[in-house]
């Protein structure tokens, strides 16, 4: 499974629905599916999330913030933040499910780690118009290595990721990327996820090579 991560948004995808944006992207190679479209009402928010499923092959599908939703849908995850519930708590409702945690901080990502949190994005890295991973000024990959470091869990680096900062990302630890924008709104999302994944591949294979 590849360390690309795509976060949803029905907003910035050039009309096209999210089935169609996640059909795309999961025939480019991307390994993770995250629905985060959090005005949607609850049965809305289920049948999409049933929908990604169906259409996911085997890339890993999570829903943002919405526990109830990810139980009634038998999906892989939920994606947590700081107004979600405390991930501890989830760990102990739901201890399937696989939970990650958007931090902005290494005190926030350590705090995760240690409530059971399975990963944390780290934000934003670069400077990005998404809202999902806008809080603060951009932290640099510098910043990154320090938080990838500090944590025994993965990584994924979040926050204007495209295909020539996939490997200064994953040389900084991380074990993975995290894009909104760079696959939703691409013209060709296929194209644009297959970009991304062969960037992570080429990485992967140079660090093999390097070892001795």
């Known amino acids: 499974m590849s360390g690309v991560y795509l976060i949803t948004d029905r907003r910035r995808s050039r009309g096209r629905t999210v089935e169609e944006i996640v059909a795309a992207a999961v025939a ?3 390994g993770w599916i995250q629905i985060r479209e959090k005005d949607l009402p609850t049965g809305a928010l289920i049948a999409l999330v049933r929908s ?15 526990v109830d939703v990810a139980l009634a849908t038998g999906c892989h995850g939920v994606h947590l933040g700081a107004s979600s519930l405390p ?22 990502a350590l705090a995760a780690e240690g409530d059971g949190a399975g990963y944390v994005f780290f934000s934003p890295i670069y400077p990005t118009r998404s809202k999902g991973a806008m809080t603060g000024a951009a932290q640099g990959v510098g910043m990154l290595a320090r938080v ?19 490997g200064e990302a994953l040389a900084a630890g991380a074990a993975g990327v995290a894009v909104v924008s760079a696959i939703t709104e691409a013209a060709d999302v296929e194209k644009a996820s297959r970009d991304l994944v062969e960037r992570y591949k080429l990485f992967q294979a140079e660090r093999r090579e390097r070892k001795p």
Request: charged share 15%.
């Open 28 to 30: 480019g190679g991307i």
């Open 148 to 166: 990838c470091s500090a944590l025994k869990i993965p990584v994924y680096a979040l926050g204007g990721i495209t295909p020539s900062r996939v």
């Open 52 to 66: 990604a499923l169906v259409r996911s092959g085997t890339a890993r599908v999570i829903v943002n913030d919405r």
């Open 87 to 108: 991930v501890a708590a989830v760990k102990r409702m739901a201890p399937s499910l696989t939970v990650g945690y958007s931090a902005h901080g290494l005190d926030e």
